[in-house]
């Protein structure tokens, strides 16, 4: 502990102890927004299924032809994850074939959990005071808290590892143990768009506490855990990230994090529950419309339970109405994720279609479920290259993401990037200014400016204020 003390403190931050929340990463300097925190390479990682275990890249894919199990991109990455591969590989090939299926990313990132350690037990790997073992003993595991079928669960898994490792000197409780850690210690590695990529344990990362209202953001540069500033945090003040989404009510963020972490959270936002605002909140992100469409107010249930009352202009909403359009949706949304599969895009737009319209007549504008599906149709509409439709749904989603992501959310600068590059390429130079400017400001926070992602939003950003001028002075002479 006192060699992490040492490493954190010549970057400006210590470990606290709080009584409600445990350890803590405490700023003993200001920092400032966009600034690097910290940063960490995985103790462990692993990829998704089909994707390098090397860079996490899903083209040029090969299997290892020992195992069987483990893909590379080339020689460039299988090389340098040899020292490491050369074991799980031994441990892997002894399986049968119908075990080495049941070898899921999970199972994957506990073998190397250990086959890592065992490497810098034997000085095979280095061991400095940010990247060992006794990091990963230190995280919490709630072991007491989580209930029977879990336990079953991890003991289920934790016995397919020690089949794996053979050795006798892991206990199946201590594996069953990790595996508790990694669930509410262990970070999905993201690229640059915040797409899932894979799993990696970040110990120190994991030291960061959670809160609704974050000041920091954690990002992934390739495998990589990078925190950033998203504001000014003064010395002394505690750095914080979010652990779930936030674009939800109160009730929903708390269930979230109770069911994997759980703790209640008392952040700013939290601490609001059962407050007017708060309720108003929740009653827009997740609650009803008026029956009057030209009324943008709120409903709450009316205390004779015969329905809902908006509080704008006290119409009431029928309880038995409001019941069967959203049992119409569900139904609805069930036969979509199932024609989702068989992959006709035409289909699944007409389909979120008809699930925005009764969306709308349900929810309030600023519902999230009705965000979520015209995210959706935003998606299926890029894949089909319709940008011009795609451009109308990224432009609706907007105002509730300013509203849902405020400040310098990454999703908000994610999804002004999206508009601009749409904008760009239907020819609205101006309009792409505007949003890859907004973009740029956001995500120079959240990413950086010299990362790859970030260069090519740049050089976009350029090239469309480099044509506004080129017209202008067509236009001039
Ligand atoms: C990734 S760990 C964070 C570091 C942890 N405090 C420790 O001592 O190692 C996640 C756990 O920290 C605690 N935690 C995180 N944020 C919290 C918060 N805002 N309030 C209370 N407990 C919190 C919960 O026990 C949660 O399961």
Not at 98 to 113: A, Y
Not at 361 to 386: G, V
Not at 401 to 418: A, F, I, K, M, N
Request: proline share 3%; charged share 25%; aromatic share 8%.
């Amino acid at each position: 502990m006192e060699e992490l003390q040492g490493a954190l403190q010549a970057g400006g931050l210590t470990v606290s102890n709080f009584p409600d929340k445990g350890r803590s990463l405490v700023t003993t300097r200001d920092f400032y927004p966009g600034e690097v925190i910290i940063s960490q390479e995985p103790y462990v990682c692993v990829p998704n299924n089909s994707r390098c275990d090397g860079c996490f890249t899903d083209t040029n894919l090969k299997k290892c032809s020992a195992c069987q199990v483990v893909c590379y991109c080339g020689s460039v990455c299988q090389k340098l994850d040899w020292k490491l591969h050369r074991l799980e590989c031994q441990a892997l090939s002894k399986l049968d074939k119908e075990r080495r299926k049941s070898v899921t990313p999970t199972i994957r990132l506990m073998v190397k959990l250990y086959l890592r350690r065992k490497l810098q037990n034997e000085k095979v790997i280095s061991v400095t005071a940010t990247d060992n073992y006794n990091l990963v003993e230190a995280l919490v595991s709630h072991m007491l808290d989580i209930d029977e079928k879990q336990l079953v669960l991890y003991a289920q898994m934790a016995n397919l590892v020690n089949l794996i490792l053979q050795l006798p000197e892991i206990s199946i409780k201590e594996i069953a143990e990790n595996f508790s850690k990694f669930a509410c210690n262990a970070h999905t590695i993201c690229d640059s768009e915040l797409r899932p990529l894979g799993t990696g344990l970040y110990p120190i990362i994991s030291i960061i506490n959670h809160s609704c209202l974050p000041n920091a953001v954690l990002v992934f540069e390739g495998r990589l855990a990078v925190v950033r500033a998203m504001q000014h945090i003064p010395k002394g003040d505690e750095v914080l990230i979010s652990y779930v989404e936030t674009a939800a009510s109160s009730t929903t963020r708390q269930k979230a994090l109770k069911e994997q972490y759980f703790f209640s959270c008392t952040c700013s936002r939290c601490i609001q529950v059962g407050q007017y605002e708060d309720i108003e909140e929740s009653a827009i992100l997740e609650g009803y419309r008026c029956r009057d469409n030209g009324c943008s107010g709120f409903l709450l249930r009316d205390s004779d339970d015969k329905g809902f009352v908006c509080q704008q202009c006290g119409l009431l909403r029928d309880k038995e109405e409001i019941r069967n359009i959203a049992s119409d949706i569900k139904a609805m949304s069930d036969k979509v994720l199932k024609s989702n599969s068989s992959g006709n895009h035409q289909d699944s737009v007409f389909m979120y279609k008809n699930i925005e319209k009764l969306q709308k007549q349900l929810c309030h504008p600023f519902s999230i479920s009705l965000m979520r599906t015209q995210e959706k149709l935003l998606e299926i509409l890029m894949q089909l290259e319709d940008w011009k439709e795609a451009l109308a749904y990224c432009r609706l989603t907007l105002p509730v993401y300013q509203r849902v992501y405020p400040g310098s959310h990454p999703l908000l600068g994610l999804q002004y990037y999206t508009c601009g590059k749409l904008e760009w390429l239907l020819g609205e130079t101006d309009e792409a200014i505007k949003s890859l400017t907004k973009a740029v400001d956001i995500l120079r926070i959240t990413h950086g400016s010299n990362t790859p992602f970030m260069k090519e939003l740049l050089m976009k950003l350029q090239e469309a204020r480099a044509e506004a001028s080129y017209k202008l002075s067509s236009r001039d002479e």
